[in-house]
């Protein structure tokens, strides 16, 4: 049987087809391929995007952003919808 | 996300360092003479910016992390260094989606395109049936679009857009366009027609009913993100749910209009001196036009709702479109000329004949733009200049 991992215990990196502008904010992302605009409505969470490609997983990479144990679920959700939409790449660990 | 102190929707209406995307008018050039162009297009302007000088409007929008722009015009493929500034501007990773009539779509620029992830091609159609598209567009102009959108499907282009400008005579044909538009895999896009550029002349005859805004935003409903909007109904907002998208006037705040000749307007359907912001050839460029100009820092600037301020709807549709208030002669702080709930019917009875404002510029070929909604193009002598049949020189131009 296969387990599937939860969003936060798998290796994440930005798409190359994704441009990000920091905003007050947060940011905007950009896809190029899909022509889709997305809001980080969140520095951290830009904080937290940023640093995936140098995290063994999402978890790692929300914990060196300094993100809240009970805050986890929010960005597991906001990271989730990011991978859906290919903003996200998962990458092997 | 919780963290964020005030609504997105607010970081936008305050202004953002950058616009998210632009629409920038290459020329007023144009082939065809539609009834309800927004910038009156016809002739170029002498004084449009050159090569060297778009590039450097390129160079400002990489270095300001603009995604993308609207290119459009006139038509911005009569321009002989169209295809040098694309390939420019994606080479200095500013997306590029274009609008175009279609007449210079051929086989071989759809192989092109469609090898290129950084550009997006805009075919404009507004009828679903010749008969429909050419009255407003110009005979022939139903055929050239249908004939482009082939060859960009066959070059296996997807998702390009088939853009519609909804008026009285095409609501009826929003399933026809959803299906032309799957047909050649494409994405139907519909927006609100404006009282913009010759758009005021045709505006009484050619604008929604009552009964078609209601058609038009059940159908939008049904339809949800399948269809794009650009954002441009978002006073239809006032029928309950919001159509998806910001439903925000972006006017100088996350948007706004570059035109051939570099003058920057808060968007691309207020080409008036009204809403001249500065141009980008001034010191300082787009990048102090945006950031600095007096009227995009007073359109930053809290709104007052006026007197929509009471209405129960005004949360949702904002009081609608600046643009379409202005050229109906409407003041900018009262109700939408289509306000869903009526409440601009006694304001327009109001508004003396001839007395709403005109647009700034009028390129126009004299004897090209029709009276009736029956555009017959005229090939004619260039009587001076700049007023040259824009497609001479080409060797498979159509007449």
Redesign the interface.
Known sequence: MTVVLSVLDRAWGLSPQVSVRPERFGALLYHFGTRRLSFLKDPLLLTVVQSLDDAPTARVACERAGVAESALPAFEKALARLADTDMLQERAS | ????AIP?VE?FSQG???P?CLTWELTYACNLACAHCLSSSGRRDPRELSTAEAKAVIDELERM?V??VNIGGGEPTIRTDFWELLEYAVDH?V?V?FSTNGSRITAENAVMLAGN??V?VQISLDGATAEVNDAVRGEGSYATAIQAMEHLAAAGMK?FKLSVVCTRENIGQLDEFKAIADRYDAQLRLTRLRPSGRGADVWDELHPTAGQQRELYDWLMAHGEDVLTGDSFFHLAAFGDALPGLNLCGAGRVVCLIDPVGDVYACPFAIHDEFLAGNVRSEGGFQRVWRESDLFETLRGPQSGGACASCSAYDACRGGCMAAKFFTGLPLDGPDPECVKGNADLLLAGVAEGAAPKPSGDHSRPGAVPVTLMPKIQMRRPDRACDENPLAGLAAGRS
């Open positions: 996300m919780t963290t964020t997105l970081h953002l360092d950058a998210i992390q995604f993308y990773h997306g989606k992830d950084y997006d998702g």
